[in-house]
């Protein structure tokens, strides 16, 4: 089940598991952008949800942040959950915040309200002939559905003036994701994006009220 790799990411040492989604070039991306919005932030005491978390890499890094008072790492994947907070244990001197995590599909176990909303999501188009590891990539016939019914439950946990990062790549229907965003009432705000190979990927930071941070 698990292999001995290891990645290194700004301090935290990440393992990885065969049947996890370990860390690429959107995790180191998303991280890096995420970190770096929350950074910003006037609160103190931040609540951050690392929705589909993985090996953690995200939540964790984020987790360092003096601002952050707790991380959420939820996934639908036990092993996943599993190696979160393994990897959380590694890093644990590095980070002050409370965790938890959460075995949930979407929001389905989680009745909180966040201030910040994190999710990498299966962003590429569905393909007949499928591939290992489905559900780390299959984002529906659009690349998009699943991006979008996280925003449908995400903006119910959304505390004021909180925050949702999504990842999203070229290859789907960014259009119809757009239009999505759009019609429930969430303005992008800012966001980060690099070419990798045959696609661009970018996280954007979305937010109800547009009245910065």
Not at 14 to 19: L, P, R, S
Not at 54 to 61: D, E, K, L
Not at 99 to 123: E, G, H, K, Q, T
Not at 136 to 154: K, P, S, Y
């Amino acid at each position: 089940m698990a292999s001995d790799a290891v990645v290194e990411y700004e301090g935290p040492d990440i393992k990885t598991y065969e049947n996890v989604y370990g860390p690429s070039e959107d995790s180191y991306l998303a991280a890096e952008f995420i970190a770096r919005e929350i950074r910003k932030r006037r609160e103190q005491g931040l609540d951050v949800l690392d929705m589909g978390t993985g090996s953690g890499i995200i939540g964790i890094t984020v987790g360092k942040e003096k601002n952050v008072g707790s991380i959420t790492f939820s996934d639908i994947n036990t092993y996943a959950l599993e190696l979160a907070e393994k990897n959380l244990d590694r890093n644990k001197e590095k980070i002050s915040a409370k965790s938890r995590f959460v075995l949930s599909d979407m929001f389905a176990r989680l009745d909180d309200n966040f201030d910040v909303i994190i999710f990498n999501p299966p962003y590429l188009r569905s393909e007949p002939s499928g591939k290992d590891g489905r559900e780390w990539w299959d984002g529906g016939t659009d690349g998009v559905e699943v991006a979008m019914r996280f925003l449908d439950e995400a903006i119910k946990h959304l505390k004021h003036n909180g925050s949702i990062f999504l990842v999203h790549s070229s290859l789907s229907d960014i259009g119809k994701l757009k239009i999505h965003i759009e019609d429930l009432g969430l303005k992008e705000l800012s966001s980060m994006s690099s070419h990798f190979f045959f696609e661009t990927i970018t996280c954007i930071r979305l937010e109800r009220n547009a009245h910065g941070l």
